[in-house]
């Protein structure tokens, strides 16, 4: 009976039937948020966030206070222990393919992430370091953002730019919301039976919405088209990120006097997208609750280019079986689907083969918590595998 | 009427002696070589009543040229012209149709320099010579950015502070406007249908630049280029659209110097950057047809090039929605059956399907490549920019009489 079964569709079967507990950690530029989850019920038992720049000491002082909260927790719970601690890590480069247990390599090979990601790195080796200081039993599973990217088509992964410039990491396309893309597709995976290629309905459209929307293609469990760019500035606009521009006015912005790139990186970043369309700073589902003129702007332009990236998708996949939102604004999608205009003849509703529309609304830290086990149990069977 | 059309290129200067209302063609040309001397000496390659003639002179500037042309045209009391029609590739904000050349217009003409910084400096100094040499001649500045002053304003808009898109003037305004419209009245009349209730998606691909339009009822609502013609597809030796993280990153590295990062993304990115031997992909385009072929730099310049036009056709047939044609135009567009076939296969959700044969055999202009239960009409159209100047330069001058 086993063998039948994939070996995802297995884990998930093994997902049922233990009980962890599980710590998620989640440093990103100037926030550390941590909760302490239950698998397999998915409630989240402890929660906080610090507000602060993550510098080592900051981190360090966190975690001593998050250690006494769980182990607080967890005593006044019967004793119960810690089984793994997941760590959520935004770029992963080439080094790392795929959620990882960290081992006394992991630090070497960390290091090499610092030229792409200076800020965010040392961030994760302290993050890790305190972690086998303050939990020396507990093993640490490194979840990427990056790695479901991993395998992108090159077609996608390149630009059109001297090859001398694209074999640079830092000029490649990939995606930032893997971890949810992957969970989100599992989920739809199932629950339609993608697996099953005889019925050859393995297109999807995953769609993250929330502050960095990001919209991907994927086939046969694989992305093959994400909005994203090398960076999630690229792409959709955000709630303060601007999304696609002429390549040649950054550099006329950038060339003008009092200007400067931290400037110009920092306008694009932090003052565009709906936050520049409507004049105030808005989040996806404001600009459908919220009216005025410029709020009414700023909806009219989020889903135009919306449009355009559903338009895309389709054109890469051929015809789309799935459509599926996630991310903290995921019950925004149908707001969004409806309100398309012109309506894609794909999405009509006597369309022939009308996609089924599903909604991921787990949140980052569930979905850190499922992947963290998941990679222990898939190492606990490799290891058992007689040689 | 005859009409002289004048196109400048940065080291070009093509023209054509046009017969309104009648649109036969009397003469045409190019000066080569114009500017500064390079290893070949400067020359006009001339024709006219099916004979070629080639005249070798130093022209160190494009008025220099417009004097050359002149010579050859009035030697023939046949062909002197009437009226002069310039291409103007940017008109910035302040042209939404041809226009009459006065002073005054000469004065904003000067205004917008800049933003076409290869191609609008040569030309304006053209309009400024045949107004001194030939005052009398009516003379009407055409500008490709003109068809796109209809895309609405979510469409042109940047998602960047208000102030400063303001400040610089910054914002979508799209080329290559004159063939688009052409090629989008020769699909409706091919069609027989009227062009205010032409749905479509015009491919202009040219040997140099490339860009897609959306056309809605018969005007354009958007354009792959946005600011500057950098942005979009992949193209000969432009990058098209780039994370512009990226782009800060390549700032970086030249010590905030924009020149060599706009000279990099312009003149040594797309195909040629890809390939490294060509700039054509004309050339590497059969690495497609051989499967077995190994992973070569030439395959992945090919896949990008395919690859982002496919996204932005899917993009346009989603933002037009009930598209009747797909027009294919120019260079690339007209005599490249394998990129036609690579973009419009595995478009079944659109409706949209090539009909291999047809796509393959096509000899007549315009032709329909679509298979018979496409929904969406495939076209091939020949573009003729000078013969679409000399028509709205001719409306322009008759409207005001």
Same mark, same amino acid.
């Given at each position: 009976?086993?063998?039948?079964?994939?070996?995802?569709?297995?884990?998930?079967?093994?997902?049922?039937?233990?009980?962890?507990?599980?710590?998620?950690?989640?440093?990103?530029?100037?926030?550390?948020?941590?909760?302490?989850?239950?698998?397999?019920?998915?409630?989240?038992?402890?929660?906080?966030?610090?507000?602060?720049?993550?510098?080592?000491?900051?981190?360090?002082?966190?975690?001593?206070?998050?250690?006494?909260?769980?182990?607080?927790?967890?005593?006044?719970?019967?004793?119960?222990?810690?089984?793994?601690?997941?760590?959520?890590?935004?770029?992963?480069?080439?080094?790392?393919?795929?959620?990882?247990?960290?081992?006394?390599?992991?630090?070497?090979?960390?290091?090499?992430?610092?030229?792409?990601?200076?800020?965010?790195?040392?961030?994760?080796? *302290?993050?890790?370091?305190?972690?086998?200081?303050?939990?020396?039993?507990?093993?640490?599973?490194?979840?990427?953002?990056?790695?479901?990217?991993?395998?992108?088509?090159?077609?996608?992964?390149?630009?059109?730019?001297?090859?001398?410039?694209?074999?640079? *990491?830092?000029? +490649? +396309?990939?995606?930032?919301?893997?971890?949810?893309?992957?969970?989100?597709?599992?989920?739809?995976?199932?629950?339609?039976?993608?697996?099953?290629?005889?019925?050859?309905?393995?297109?999807?459209?995953?769609?993250?919405?929330?502050?960095?929307?990001?919209?991907?293609?994927?086939?046969?469990?694989?992305?093959?088209?994400? *909005?994203?760019?090398?960076?999630?500035?690229?792409?959709?606009?955000?709630?303060?990120?601007?999304?696609?521009?002429?390549?040649?006015?950054?550099?006329?912005?950038?060339?003008?006097?009092?200007?400067?790139?931290?400037?110009?990186?920092?306008?694009?970043?932090?003052?565009?997208?709906?936050?520049?369309?409507?004049?105030?700073?808005?989040?996806?589902?404001?600009?459908?609750?919220?009216?005025?003129?410029?709020?009414?702007?700023?909806?009219?332009?989020?889903?135009?280019? *919306?449009?355009?990236?559903?338009?895309?998708?389709?054109?890469?996949?051929?015809?789309?079986?799935?459509?599926?939102?996630?991310?903290?604004?995921?019950?925004?999608?149908?707001?969004?689907?409806?309100?398309?205009?012109?309506?894609?003849?794909?999405?009509?509703?006597?369309?022939?083969?009308?996609?089924?529309?599903?909604?991921?609304?787990?949140?980052?830290?569930?979905?850190?918590?499922?992947?963290?086990?998941?990679?222990?149990?898939?190492?606990?069977?490799?290891?058992?595998?007689?040689? | 009427?005859?009409?002289?059309?004048?196109?400048?290129?940065?080291?070009?200067?093509?023209? /054509?002696?046009?017969?309104?209302?009648?649109?036969?063609?009397?003469?045409?040309?190019?000066? !080569? &070589?114009?500017?500064?001397?390079?290893?070949?000496?400067?020359?006009?390659?001339?024709?006219?009543?099916?004979?070629?003639?080639?005249?070798?002179?130093?022209? %160190? %500037?494009?008025?220099?040229?417009?004097?050359?042309?002149?010579?050859? @045209?009035?030697?023939? =009391?046949?062909?002197?012209?009437?009226?002069?029609?310039?291409?103007?590739?940017?008109?910035?904000?302040?042209? %939404?149709?041809?226009?009459?050349?006065?002073?005054?217009?000469?004065?904003?003409?000067?205004?917008?320099?800049?933003?076409?910084?290869?191609?609008?400096?040569?030309?304006?100094?053209?309009?400024?010579?045949?107004?001194?040499?030939?005052?009398?001649?009516?003379?009407?500045?055409?500008?490709?950015?003109?068809?796109?002053?209809?895309?609405?304003?979510?469409?042109?808009?940047?998602?960047?502070?208000?102030?400063?898109?303001?400040?610089?003037?910054?914002?979508?305004?799209?080329?290559?406007?004159?063939?688009?419209?052409?090629?989008?009245? !020769?699909?409706?009349?091919?069609?027989?249908?009227?062009?205010?209730?032409?749905?479509?998606?015009?491919?202009?691909?040219?040997?140099?630049?490339?860009?897609?339009?959306?056309?809605?009822?018969?005007?354009?609502?958007?354009?792959?280029?946005?600011?500057?013609?950098?942005?979009?597809?992949?193209?000969?030796?432009?990058?098209?659209?780039?994370?512009?993280?990226?782009? @800060?990153?390549?700032?970086?590295?030249?010590?905030?110097?924009?020149?060599?990062?706009?000279?990099?993304?312009?003149?040594?990115?797309?195909?040629?950057?890809?390939?490294?031997?060509?700039?054509?992909?004309?050339?590497?385009?059969?690495?497609?047809?051989?499967?077995?072929?190994?992973?070569?730099?030439?395959?992945?310049?090919?896949?990008?090039?395919?690859?982002?036009?496919?996204?932005?056709?899917?993009?346009?047939?989603?933002?037009?929605?009930?598209? /009747?044609?797909?027009?294919?135009?120019?260079?690339?567009?007209?005599?490249?059956?394998?990129? &036609?076939?690579?973009?419009?296969?595995?478009?079944?959700?659109?409706?949209?399907?090539?009909?291999?044969? /047809?796509?393959?055999?096509?000899?007549?202009?315009?032709?329909?490549? =679509?298979?018979?239960? =496409?929904?969406?009409?495939?076209?091939?159209?020949?573009?003729?920019?000078?013969?679409?100047?000399?028509?709205?330069?001719? !409306?322009?001058?008759?409207? /005001?009489?």
């Amino acid at each position: 009976m086993k063998s039948s079964l994939s070996p995802g569709k297995r884990i998930k079967l093994l997902l049922q039937k233990i009980n962890m507990n599980i710590l998620t950690l989640n440093p990103t530029t100037n926030k550390f948020k941590f909760s302490l989850i239950d698998i397999p019920s998915k409630d989240i038992h402890l929660h906080g966030e610090f507000i602060d720049s993550i510098t080592p000491e900051i981190i360090s002082e966190n975690l001593q206070s998050v250690f006494y909260k769980v182990c607080n927790f967890l005593n006044n719970k019967n004793h119960q222990r810690l089984d793994v601690i997941v760590v959520r890590a935004i770029y992963g480069g080439d080094e790392f393919t795929e959620p990882t247990i960290v081992n006394p390599y992991t630090i070497n090979k960390l290091t090499k992430l610092m030229p792409a990601a200076p800020i965010h790195t040392p961030a994760l080796i *302290t993050t890790i370091q305190k972690c086998a200081n303050l939990w020396p039993d507990t093993p640490v599973v490194l979840a990427f953002e990056t790695s479901f990217f991993a395998d992108l088509p090159a077609r996608e992964k390149f630009y059109a730019i001297d090859t001398q410039i694209t074999h640079f *990491t830092f000029a +490649r +396309r990939q995606g930032y919301h893997g971890l949810t893309h992957e969970t989100a597709l599992n989920y739809v995976t199932h629950k339609h039976q993608l697996w099953d290629k005889s019925k050859n309905n393995g297109n999807v459209i995953s769609f993250y919405l929330g502050p960095k929307p990001e919209l991907v293609a994927i086939m046969n469990h694989k992305p093959i088209m994400v *909005t994203s760019g090398a960076t999630p500035l690229e792409g959709l606009p955000g709630y303060t990120t601007a999304g696609e521009i002429d390549p040649s006015l950054v550099i006329k912005l950038a060339s003008k006097p009092d200007w400067g790139i931290e400037k110009v990186n920092q306008i694009l970043t932090q003052e565009s997208g709906l936050k520049a369309l409507a004049e105030t700073k808005l989040t996806i589902a404001e600009i459908f609750s919220k009216k005025n003129k410029k709020v009414e702007f700023a909806k009219k332009y989020f889903l135009y280019k *919306t449009l355009q990236a559903i338009g895309s998708a389709a054109a890469c996949l051929g015809s789309i079986d799935v459509i599926v939102f996630s991310g903290e604004e995921s019950n925004i999608g149908s707001a969004i689907l409806e309100n398309l205009k012109p309506r894609p003849t794909f999405l009509k509703t006597n369309s022939m083969k009308k996609p089924k529309v599903e909604f991921f609304n787990e949140s980052i830290d569930q979905v850190l918590a499922e992947i963290g086990v998941t990679t222990l149990l898939k190492s606990r069977s490799t290891l058992r595998r007689p040689a | 009427m005859k009409i002289l059309v004048l196109n400048c290129g940065s080291s070009s200067l093509k023209y /054509k002696l046009v017969q309104m209302p009648n649109s036969q063609i009397l003469a045409k040309g190019e000066a !080569q &070589r114009v500017g500064p001397p390079t290893a070949l000496p400067s020359n006009i390659i001339h024709e006219s009543d099916n004979q070629s003639i080639t005249i070798t002179k130093q022209m %160190s %500037s494009h008025p220099e040229a417009f004097v050359e042309i002149m010579k050859i @045209l009035n030697s023939d =009391s046949t062909k002197t012209p009437d009226a002069i029609g310039h291409r103007i590739v940017h008109g910035g904000e302040y042209f %939404s149709k041809p226009t009459i050349i006065t002073d005054s217009t000469l004065e904003i003409l000067n205004k917008v320099q800049d933003l076409a910084p290869i191609h609008n400096p040569p030309s304006i100094k053209l309009i400024s010579a045949c107004i001194k040499s030939y005052p009398d001649l009516p003379q009407v500045a055409v500008f490709d950015t003109a068809y796109h002053s209809t895309i609405p304003k979510h469409a042109f808009s940047y998602a960047i502070p208000k102030y400063i898109m303001q400040k610089y003037g910054l914002r979508k305004y799209g080329f290559h406007g004159t063939s688009h419209e052409y090629v989008a009245e !020769q699909a409706a009349n091919f069609l027989n249908v009227p062009i205010s209730r032409l749905n479509a998606i015009s491919c202009h691909l040219g040997s140099g630049g490339a860009s897609l339009c959306a056309i809605k009822n018969g005007k354009s609502i958007d354009n792959t280029m946005g600011y500057t013609p950098l942005q979009g597809l992949v193209m000969s030796t432009r990058s098209g659209d780039i994370d512009p993280a990226v782009v @800060l990153r390549l700032l970086t590295m030249n010590y905030g110097n924009g020149e060599p990062v706009l000279s990099l993304l312009n003149k040594n990115s797309g195909i040629l950057g890809l390939s490294k031997t060509t700039s054509d992909i004309r050339d590497i385009i059969s690495c497609l047809s051989k499967d077995n072929l190994p992973e070569s730099k030439d395959k992945l310049a090919v896949e990008i090039y395919l690859w982002r036009l496919k996204k932005y056709l899917g993009s346009y047939l989603a933002t037009v929605g009930n598209v /009747k044609a797909v027009i294919f135009t120019d260079t690339i567009g007209e005599s490249s059956p394998e990129v &036609r076939f690579a973009l419009c296969s595995g478009m079944q959700c659109f409706g949209m399907q090539i009909d291999y044969n /047809k796509n393959i055999t096509l000899n007549k202009y315009p032709g329909d490549v =679509s298979a018979p239960s =496409s929904k969406i009409r495939i076209l091939v159209i020949k573009t003729d920019e000078e013969l679409a100047i000399a028509r709205k330069t001719y !409306q322009t001058l008759i409207a /005001k009489n």
